[in-house]
């Protein structure tokens, strides 16, 4: 008798199982859904979904931590991941266990395979085994963030109880296109009949809105029926005015800063507000100080990791630096995946960058070093270094910073999570956010 497959060996089983990687459609996954018993009930108590180009982690993040300030149980479904898979299924704060995600692979097996066997792609299967755990569970609320669509993503087979759209850029061109409004389009899917809706930026195409009043879904749109100020003090507060989950205005003040972008954490809000929550605004308070998020803005000495990876993205992160006392140098460490808008996201950071260490990524999609490399020199931008990964490039840079200098890592959740495994194999815990007021200033 064989032993039972570890979470590794599922892994490289559903890597392997079907022919592409990317695979948009419901029909497979929302017949393997019914057989699982999905379909039958609501997933938990309260469900948001959250899609969108950018933005959708952070939103994430603060909605988990908000929840959990007011003790609900939570569970949160993202992805991709850094370094472990067990990343993407949080509950109430704690990475899945292996036995948990395991259990839920079989369960997802046994489905696909009876009566008619279906193929499912890595994402497909990992997103129903995480809501087979997640009905186990059953908590309070359940935060699910859409992979790279939104209409046909795999988490869509979820009705949610309020749908946030953070942000519409381009990105993904291959599965997407480049036409914003259709773009708009495929993100809106996530929408529901006479289900709220927020949207995240004041910069959305029409065709978000075209989609929230064919379908029936009630907007609550930034800057119409919700937004954000700053305060006047020494310290770096906000304020919030929005709505509840009774159309009574509200207003929370002496918010701290998160670190994050403010969009998604004011909308975080309004959406917590509309799945019937009442908040309470010192809960919110801890929650925004509390909020941890791997890979966005997140300091290891002087250095800074981001997972930004298209220009929309790219701008934001340079707004972020150029609130900061400008550094003696500020060295990019950046290595980029062949589908991506690299000339934009240089373009993005070049004022706010002195010089770059290019680094070669793995897979059928990597770009590398040296196509950067031309890349970033026909941009008149000066390179410094080429490796052969993020850990090479990191070691590289490790024996040539001067003390008053600072590393930007970006342009690939690949780049960032091979530098916080160069990190953590230098006996450094890459995964410790520094503390709030740490984060203010960043």
């Known amino acids: 008798m064989s032993d039972p497959a570890s979470l590794t060996d599922w892994l490289t089983r559903l890597e392997r199982q079907h022919p592409?990687?990317?695979?948009?459609?419901?029909?497979?996954?929302?017949?393997?859904?019914?057989?699982?018993?999905?379909?039958?009930?609501?997933?938990?108590?309260?469900?948001?979904?959250?899609?969108?180009?950018?933005?959708?982690?952070?939103?994430?993040?603060?909605?988990?931590?908000?929840?959990?300030?007011?003790?609900l149980s939570t569970a949160t479904y993202t992805s991709p991941h850094l370094l472990r898979y067990n990343e993407r299924?949080?509950?109430?704060?704690?990475?899945?266990?292996?036995?948990?995600?395991?259990?839920?692979?079989?369960?997802?097996?046994?489905?696909?395979?009876?009566?008619?066997?279906?193929?499912?792609?890595?994402?497909?299967?990992?997103?129903?085994?995480?809501?087979?755990?997640?009905?186990?569970?059953c908590p309070d609320l359940a935060i699910l963030e859409v992979g790279l669509g939104g209409r046909l993503d795999a988490v869509n087979v979820i009705d949610p109880d309020v749908a946030v759209i953070t942000t519409i850029a381009q990105d993904h061109a291959a599965f997407l296109g480049n036409d914003?409004?259709?773009?708009?389009?495929?993100?809106?899917?996530?929408?529901?009949?006479?289900?709220?809706v927020v949207l995240g930026s004041e910069h959305l195409p029409a065709s978000v809105r075209q989609v929230a009043w064919t379908v029936g879904a009630g907007l609550h749109a930034l800057g119409d029926d919700f937004r954000h100020g700053d305060e006047a003090g020494p310290e770096t507060t906000w304020t919030w005015q929005g709505r509840d989950g009774h159309g009574t205005p509200t207003t929370l003040a002496q918010l701290p800063d998160p670190g994050l972008p403010r969009d998604n954490a004011a909308s975080a809000l309004q959406a917590l507000f509309l799945s019937g929550l009442t908040l309470d605004a010192e809960a919110c308070r801890r929650g925004f100080a509390d909020v941890q998020l791997p890979g966005?803005?997140?300091?290891?000495?002087?250095?800074?990791?981001?997972?930004?990876?298209?220009?929309?993205?790219a701008l934001y992160l340079a707004s972020r630096f150029a609130q900061r006392v400008r550094p003696a140098r500020r060295i990019g460490l950046l290595g980029m995946l062949g589908d991506k808008d690299a000339t934009g996201v240089v373009a993005g950071l070049a004022s706010q960058v002195d010089g770059w260490v290019t680094v070669s990524l793995e897979g059928e999609r990597a770009?590398?070093?040296?196509?950067?490399?031309?890349?970033?020199?026909?941009?008149?931008?000066?390179?410094?270094?080429c490796a052969?990964?993020?850990?090479?490039?990191?070691?590289?840079?490790?024996?040539?910073?001067g003390e008053q200098d600072e590393v930007l890592v970006c342009g690939s959740f690949f780049t960032v999570a091979g530098v916080l495994e160069w990190f953590s194999l230098r006996g450094v815990d890459a995964i410790r956010q520094p503390s709030s007021a740490a984060r203010r200033n960043a």
């Open 89 to 137: 299924l949080r509950l109430d704060g704690v990475e899945a266990e292996d036995d948990l995600l395991v259990t839920g692979f079989e369960h997802v097996e046994a489905a696909r395979l009876a009566p008619e066997p279906i193929s499912l792609t890595y994402f497909e299967a990992g997103t129903l085994g995480a809501f087979w755990a997640i009905v186990q569970r």
């Open 296 to 313: 966005r803005m997140q300091w290891l000495g002087n250095w800074c990791l981001d997972v930004a990876h298209n220009p929309h993205a």
């Open 20 to 71: 592409v990687s990317i695979d948009l459609g419901l029909e497979r996954v929302a017949e393997v859904a019914r057989r699982m018993g999905l379909m039958d009930t609501p997933l938990t108590k309260r469900v948001i979904t959250v899609a969108g180009t950018n933005g959708k982690g952070s939103t994430v993040a603060m909605l988990e931590s908000l929840a959990r300030a007011h003790g």
């Open 180 to 196: 914003l409004e259709q773009i708009g389009r495929e993100k809106a899917g996530i929408m529901r009949r006479m289900r709220p």
């Open 367 to 385: 770009r590398n070093a040296s196509e950067l490399a031309d890349l970033l020199k026909s941009q008149a931008q000066t390179v410094l270094h």
């Open 388 to 401: 052969e990964s993020p850990a090479a490039g990191a070691e590289w840079l490790a024996g040539h910073l």
